[in-house]
Each structure stands twice: as structure tokens, then as C-alpha cells.
T-cell receptor
């Protein structure tokens, strides 16, 4: 069963505007990863969050993990055409003594218009 | 250059004809995993391997086999492919010693069409 719910499914944003993608789990996340994918291509690692309340930024992308470690958000400031693509959240399912299983959200397709 | 390679990149086959998709990594990673990606479903884990001769099922293992005889290679075997296995397949590897905090490195993908 899908344990990571990602929203929205797709997003159209005007260049220069901000956008936010959410990733929610019913269970505690032991490692939450954000990836970007151009359609049909490989995955590019963006950021990883582990600790409750953690926030990381790289260029115009900021990712946060809530205190309960069940919800993460990815925020892009002043979007550019280079931000277009599919964004995926992924997580280790299970505690450190039973890790190995990994799940992804269904993805969010981002389109940036002029 | 550190990388995960997959072959072939594109494959068209017919129902029932056994095929193998190879995956190789040059980073000495212990953990390797296979995923399939389908529209609207994201990536789903098929099988993973914690080390040589250690494999386990992911979320969608039916119809697939894997083997891990060497650390660097993790082939995906479809003994009798069916049209519902038409998909984009990704192999990934990851360092095990510090699993939390270590990202997976993904191969370029193999696009499979089963007629």
C-alpha cells in the first residue's frame, strides 16, 4: 500500500511565483528524500531530512520536515523554467533495525509558464 | 566516475519471452534496489538487496526475480514477461553503513515494452 501521500498531483505556476509541494505519511519517517526527475529520465537527488523540525535549503529550494516527522514540504521561491519537472518524495520505511524497504510518493508534475 | 549503469536502455519484447535487465554499480555499495515507474503511481520498489546473496521483496515483486552473486551487479529477471510489466525500470545503489542520510544513486532507466 502507498504510505506516502504527495500533493498536489500537478502544478502550473507562472515564472517568478512560489510553489509548495507536500508529502505526508501516516507513519514516522526515518529519512525523507526529495528528488527531481525530468520526464522519462533518471532521478536527481535534491535534499534529505532526518530530524524533526529540520529545514534545508539549496539555491531557491527549501525542504522542511515537521516535528512529528510525518510531513514534509518542498518550497520553491521565484520559480524558473529550470524548475519544471517531476518532484518525488521518498522515504525509508521501517526503523533502523529493519530498513531496506523504500517508498516514493506518486510525484508532482511542475510546469512553469512564462 | 561513480555511476549506476543499466542495460539495455530500451527493450521491446513479446509475452512469455524471458529477459534480463542488468544493473551494475562501481561505488562498492552494499545496498541495491530495483524500482518500476508507472504514470500516476510513482516509483514502486520491486526487490532490494542488502548485500551479496541477501535479497528481499519490495512492494511489487510478483513476476520478477533477482540475484546478487557479486557486490557490483544486481540483475532483474522477468521469467515470463506480461504486458502489465511494461514500464520504466530503475536500478539504484546505496551505501549501507550509514543508511539513514545516504541517498540512493539511480541508473538512467530501462524502458520496457511487452507486447
Amino acid at each position: 500500500s502507498q504510505e506516502l501521500e504527495q500533493s498536489p498531483q500537478s502544478l502550473i505556476v507562472q515564472e517568478g511565483k512560489n510553489l509548495t509541494i507536500n508529502c505526508t505519511s501516516s507513519k514516522t519517517l526515518y529519512g525523507l528524500y526529495w528528488y527531481k526527475q525530468k520526464y522519462g529520465e533518471g532521478l536527481i537527488f535534491l535534499m534529505m531530512l532526518q530530524k524533526g523540525g529540520e529545514e534545508k535549503s539549496h539555491e531557491k529550494i527549501t525542504a522542511k520536515l515537521d516535528e512529528k516527522k510525518q510531513q514534509s514540504s518542498l518550497h520553491i521561491t521565484a520559480s524558473q523554467p529550470s524548475h519544471a519537472g517531476i518532484y518525488l518524495c521518498g522515504a525509508d520505511i521501517g526503523a533502523t533495525d529493519s530498513w531496506g524497504k523504500f517508498q516514493f510518493g506518486a510525484g508532482t508534475q511542475v510546469v512553469v509558464t512564462p | 566516475e561513480a555511476q549506476v549503469t543499466q542495460n539495455p536502455r530500451y527493450l521491446i519484447t513479446v509475452t512469455g519471452k524471458k529477459l534480463t535487465v542488468t544493473c551494475s554499480q562501481n561505488m562498492n555499495h552494499e545496498y541495491m534496489s530495483w524500482y518500476r515507474q508507472d504514470p500516476g503511481l510513482g516509483l514502486r520498489q520491486i526487490y532490494y538487496s542488502m548485500n551479496v546473496e541477501v535479497t528481499d521483496k519490495g512492494d511489487v515483486p510478483e513476476g520478477y526475480k533477482v540475484s546478487r552473486k557479486e557486490k557490483r551487479n544486481f540483475p532483474l529477471i522477468l521469467e515470463s514477461p506480461s504486458p502489465n510489466q511494461t514500464s520504466l525500470y530503475f536500478c539504484a545503489s546505496r551505501q549501507k553503513q550509514n543508511p539513514l542520510g545516504e541517498t540512493q544513486y539511480f541508473g538512467p532507466g530501462t524502458r520496457l515494452l511487452v507486447l
